[in-house]
């Protein structure tokens, strides 16, 4: 059975810095895409940062140039680095993976292409 789960999130000040982690068991990561989303309270989960097992990664627009996410498939882990946080950027972040083939239609930073998911790491960023 796959496993996720997520770690690093805490509280920061505005401009600060977090590295999330994902450990994932019970999987092979496979010719799919892998990534990390976030829901902040009273709206809709969003993606952030999405890798392709071949390496190609896609960022929302309001994270490109702060977050930088990584993916390390010999030890099965999944990074988010998060620099220059603001306070838009409190949320709970969940790592999750597609497993199976979806439809081409569906983008790699729209959720319903995941079909695991971890238990989410709260990340707050104060003013």
């Known amino acids: 059975q796959v496993q996720l789960v997520e770690s690093g999130g805490g509280s920061v000040q505005s401009g600060g810095s977090l590295r999330l982690s994902c450990a994932a068991s019970g999987y092979t990561y496979s010719n799919h895409w892998k990534g990390w989303f976030r829901q902040a309270p009273g709206k809709e989960r969003e993606g952030v940062a999405v890798i392709h097992n071949n390496g190609t990664t896609i960022y929302a627009d309001s994270v490109k140039g702060r977050f930088t996410i990584s993916q390390d498939n010999a030890k099965n882990t999944l990074a988010l680095q998060m620099n220059n946080l603001k306070p838009e950027d409190t949320a709970m972040y969940y790592c999750?993976?597609?497993?199976?083939?979806?439809?081409?239609?569906?983008?790699?930073?729209?959720?319903?292409?995941?079909?695991?998911w971890g238990q989410g790491t709260q990340v707050t960023v104060s003013s």
């Open positions: 999750a993976v597609q497993t199976m083939s979806t439809s081409p239609a569906v983008q790699p930073l729209n959720s319903m292409r995941y079909n695991y």
